[in-house]
């Protein structure tokens, strides 16, 4: 099977990379189910790259019933260590404007129906999480972004993504709340993603595209459906030039993540003594250890 060093994964109005060249659809099983859609492999500027629709390429699945677990699982299997995530999000702070691009540093978690973890069933492990975006992979994302001038858009380094359960946005108090917190932006995927990401020991940013403010602010109440589908488009052009430039980057000068070891002390069980059948299943993730 083809590998990729280098995974994407596409949110709300990103369902593919017209910049892909010899493109082949894979279909890959998990011990964890079916990923959201086909994994579609192929190059952009001659590197090979993972691409997969978060939320399939119809958008068929809400945020609370996405397979985190079989997403990242699928991007262990064809060799991802750097995933860069795109994701809509709405915006906690004025000067993060529709079109902006942040690129956060942290995350606040408010979910409470996703499963964050492959650990379990007789094996235990807790990976560190203080710094939960890869350092090295955000630098190469922002340096591309800031490369590009790209009409209307201003970048943001670092700040605070606020994951929500959803699939209804926020609630005004909410909203003001996140905002009291310092929070930047606001979506419902990121989080499960980068905890899942980190335990299967890959590098993981994220591009945040800010489509509207949340609903604290005084003009939200004239952002329409079409003004947000607009904004979606316009961003989704955008994030593919910032991939293809980011890959282009990371292809050059691949750095070395603290991801790239994270289960190395995080490991608790003795796992001579862990179930064998959990060791199966986590096999991919545990091979290095074992």
């Excluded at 995927?189 to 602010?217: M, Q």
Aim: charged letters at 20%.
């Amino acid at each position: 099977m083809a590998q990729a060093r280098i995974g994407i994964i596409g949110g709300s109005g990103l369902y593919k990379m017209d910049a892909l060249k010899d493109v082949q659809e894979v279909q890959l099983e998990t011990p964890f189910g079916s990923p959201s859609d086909a994994i579609i492999l192929g190059t952009i500027d001659g590197t090979q790259v993972a691409f997969l629709a978060r939320h399939g390429r119809n958008h068929t699945l809400t945020p609370s019933e996405l397979p985190f677990r079989a997403n990242i699982h699928a991007m262990k299997q064809l060799g991802v260590e750097y995933l860069i995530s795109a994701s809509a999000v709405g915006s906690l702070k004025e000067e993060a404007k529709p079109l902006d691009m942040v690129v956060p540093d942290q995350f606040i978690d408010r979910t409470k129906n996703r499963v964050s973890t492959f650990f379990g069933e007789g094996i235990v492990a807790h990976i560190a999480f203080g710094e939960p975006i890869c350092r090295h992979l955000a630098g190469i994302l922002t340096e591309a972004i800031a490369s590009l001038n790209l009409p209307d858009v201003t970048l943001h380094e670092g700040g605070t993504y606020v994951c929500m359960e959803g699939p209804a946005f926020s609630t005004k108090a909410e909203s003001n709340l996140y905002r009291s917190w310092g929070a930047t932006v606001i979506g419902m995927t990121n989080l499960p993603e980068a905890k899942l990401a980190r335990e299967a020991e890959i590098a993981y940013a994220t591009l945040a595209l800010v489509t509207d403010y949340d609903c604290w602010h005084s003009d939200h109440d004239s952002v329409t459906v079409d003004m947000v589908i607009a904004n979606l488009q316009r961003n989704a052009i955008n994030a593919q030039k910032v991939i293809q430039e980011t890959v282009r980057r990371l292809a050059a000068n691949p750095p070395v993540s603290d991801a790239h070891s994270a289960l190395k002390y995080a490991i608790l069980t003795n796992l001579e003594k862990a179930p064998a059948a959990t060791k199966s299943k986590l096999q991919l993730l545990l091979q290095k250890y074992l």
